[in-house]
């Protein structure tokens, strides 16, 4: 019986070993054929190591947790222009947004912080690892989408200058990209890999990621499987918003917080006002 039980269990999924320590226990504690049996200590023994190996290496430990944020505001956040490759700092709102994130995270237990190297997302992660003693791991995979051409421009410019391929954009920008930068599906081929080693190599930590507004809205649309074509239109990444994923393995998270900014002294109106897309809140005729 000794042997039988040696040989099988290690084939066992974890999940599945609950039910055999009962029927071990049973065999060695109530059976009583086995109770005066030498096989009992053998049988005792497998017991107490799987017990073991479930409460060190089992589902009762916890899942790794990602704290995903967007950088805080920025100047070219205030005008609606697209800023992927741009390389702009903080607002002194996006500072304001960002302290107020800090705080609401100084009593969190932080084991690592990765940041994409854009001075914005870099200049996030500094503020935020400052009262956790870390320095921020630049991450290039964790940039923005590079918008080519329109980079810099306004919605209203772009549209005017690029009109037919902005209208092609609009209706399909994971696989669509503008000239010279990059479609949805560019980035995420991209930072996918990036987060299943960060989750790899941080099994069973807290683990604080800034990035981008595009670049989250992309990645969380991918993890849940949502319908990626349409995540511009679906999803929105405030400035200096928190999202939390808790992953059970690199391919199986858990959304357990998304777009929060509870966290700010004060929401502008413009926050909840701004529409995500012209799907989601079409523009005035006269616009």
């Known amino acids: 019986m000794a042997v039988l039980i040696w040989s099988f269990s290690p084939a066992c999924k974890?999940?599945?070993?609950g039910a055999w320590l009962g029927a071990i226990f049973n065999?060695?504690?109530?059976?009583?054929?086995?109770?005066?049996?030498?096989?009992?200590?053998?049988?005792?023994?497998a017991g107490m190591s799987l017990i073991n190996e479930c409460s060190t290496k089992g589902?009762?430990?916890?899942?790794?947790?990602?704290?995903?944020v967007r950088h805080g505001a920025t100047q070219l956040?205030?005008?609606d222009r697209f800023a992927g490759s741009s390389d702009v700092n903080l607002s002194a709102e996006g500072h304001r947004q960002v302290a107020s994130l800090a705080e609401r995270l100084k009593n969190e237990k932080l084991d690592a912080i990765y940041a994409s190297?854009?001075?914005?997302t870099l200049e996030t992660a500094c503020i935020l690892a400052s009262l956790h003693g870390l320095e921020p791991i630049p991450e290039p995979c964790l940039r923005e989408i590079d918008y080519g051409r329109w980079e810099g421009l306004s919605r209203t410019e772009v549209k005017r200058d690029f009109q037919a391929e902005y209208a092609i954009w609009q209706e399909d920008p994971f696989t669509i990209a503008p000239q010279g930068g990059e479609s949805g599906l560019n980035v995420l081929n991209r930072v996918l890999p990036v987060v299943r080693r960060i989750v790899e190599t941080h099994r069973h930590q807290s683990v604080l990621v800034v990035s981008h507004k595009g670049t989250n809205r992309l990645l969380i649309s991918s993890l849940l499987g949502f319908d990626v074509r349409a995540y511009r239109d679906?999803?929105?990444q405030s400035p200096?918003?928190?999202?939390?994923?808790?992953?059970m393995s690199e391919v199986r998270p858990r959304l357990r917080l998304f777009n929060d900014i509870s966290h700010y002294e004060g929401i502008?109106?413009?926050?909840?006002s701004r529409r995500l897309s012209e799907w989601w809140d079409p523009p005035a005729q006269n616009e």
Do not use: G, Q, W
């Open 117 to 120: 190297p854009l001075a914005r």
């Open 77 to 79: 956040t205030e005008e």
């Open 14 to 17: 974890l999940k599945r070993r």
């Open 27 to 45: 065999l060695a504690s109530l059976n009583p054929r086995l109770k005066n049996s030498p096989h009992t200590p053998i049988i005792k023994a």
């Open 268 to 272: 502008p109106a413009r926050v909840l």
């Open 59 to 68: 589902r009762y430990r916890m899942p790794t947790r990602i704290y995903l």
């Open 240 to 247: 200096a918003a928190l999202n939390i994923l808790d992953f």
């Open 234 to 236: 679906r999803l929105d």
